[in-house]
C-alpha cells in the first residue's frame, strides 16, 4: 500500500488540473481561475494564481502543465515587452495570443499547455484568443479550459447572452468556476477573477469559503447503495439481524 | 494510478475516556471526478462496533456485505453480539485468506470492548493488524492524516472533544487530499449511545 502511495508522488508532475473561464461582455472582458495545483493526489498548492500577466492590458490564463505553462508566460512576457519596446506602443492582444500559439505549434511535441490569452487594446477593445495543446487559435466570445471545464459547457453554453453587463458577465464567470470546483476533484480551493474595460484593470480575490455553493443542506447520509441494501429491510419492519 | 486512489477516502476513528470515535469523509468518485457527496465509508455492525473501509469502493462495499453476513451467524449461534477485538481479527483472518488476490480495501475497526474499554485497530490490504491506543487512519492522503491525529490526539477525552478533534483532524487532513472530502460523518460510541453527526465542508 505505501509502496503504490510513494509512487503515485514521485512519477506524478505538478499539475495545474484546473479551470479557466473567461468571457467577452458590452464594454470588456472577465476571466478566471481556480486556485488548486496537485501533485497527484496530494494539493500542493490551494491558492495558486493561474492567471499571468502578459503585459499591463493582457494576460494568460494557464491550466495543463504547471512549468509548461509558467516557462511560456515568461518567454511571451519577455517577447512582448521588447515589441512595445520597439513600437513604442501597448502591444495588441493578438500579437500576445499568436505568440503563445506559436510556442505551442513549434513544440508541440514537447508542451503541453492549454491557455486562455484575455486582454484589451485601444484597437479592438475586449479580446479573448483560446490558445488549446497543440497550438490551434481561435478568437472567441467566451472560453473555458482545464480539466474542470469539462462539467461546466452545458452550463456555459445555455446561460452565456451576447452583450451581458459588467455584473452579469462576473457572475457567469463565477458560478462557472464555482460548478466546476464542486466536481472536478482537481479544481479548487479559491477563485481569482480580473475584469478589463477601457477603465483599466479590476481584480476580484473570492476565498474558498465565499466561493458559491451549490450542494444546499443534505439529508443524513444512509449508507450508499449498500446501507439502502441492509438498512431498508428494517424500515419495512421485516427482520434485519445487525 | 494506483488502484488504491481509484475512488479516494479519509478516515479517522480515535480513542478517548471509555469512548470512539470514528469518522469518514463523503466523496464517491471515479478519479478525478466527483459522483456524489452522500457516500459515507464507516459502517455500523453492531451498537458498540463501526468498520471504516478505505481503497477500492467496490471491495470496500463487498468486504462490508461478506462481514456483515459473518457477523449475523454469529450472533445466530453464540446470541451475542461479536466483541471488536474478536471482529479485528475475523477480518484480518478472511482478507489474509485472499493473499494472492486480495480485496483493496483497508479497514479501521473501532468500538468498545464488553468492559468499556475502547478498542481501535487497522490492517492494510491483506488483513497485517495493529491495535492502538490512541488513533488509527487510513485513506489516499495518510500523511496529512497522521500529522493531524499526531498533533492533536490527547489521552482521556471526553466524548464532545473527541467529536471536535476527530473532525479537525479529518477536515484539515483531507483538505489537502483532492480525492476525498465533500462533507463528513462522524459517529461517537459511548457506552449508552451513539451520536453521529454530519459537517458541513468545503465542497471542492
Redo the contacts between chains.
Sequence with gaps: ?DV??G??HAEAAPST?TTIVACTYKGGVVFGA?G?V?I????MN?ASNKIAPLSDYIFLCRSGSAPDTQIISDNVRHYLHQASAESGEEPSVLMAANLVRLLNYNNKDHLVGAMLVVGWDKHAGGQLYGVPISGTLAKEKWAIDG?GSS?IWGYCDSEFKEDMTRAEAENWVKEALALA?????????TIRMYTLDDAGVHYTYIP??Q?P???GD??????????A??GSAGREGGMV?? | MSIFSYNGAAIVAMAGKECVAIGSDLRFGVQMQTITCDTPKVFKIHDKLYLGLSGLLTDAQTLHQKLMFRHNLYKLREERDMKPSTFGHMLSNALYERRFGPYFAAPVVAGLEPDGTPFLCGMDTIGAIETAKDFMITGTSPESLYGMCESMWRPDMEPDELFETVAQCLMSGFDRDALAGWGAVIHVITKDKVISRTLKTRMD
Excluded at chain 1, 443534505?218 to 446501507?227: D, K, S, W
Aim: hydrophobic share 30%.
Design positions: 500500500m503504490s502511495r509512487a503515485s488540473g481556480d488548486r496537485s497527484g493526489n496530494y494539493i490551494r480539466s462539467y470546483m464542486t466536481r472536478d476533484a482537481s479544481s479548487g480551493g474558498g469559503d466561493v455553493q451549490f450542494m443534505l439529508p443524513f447520509p444512509t449508507g450508499g447503495p449498500v446501507g441494501v441492509l439481524i445487525g
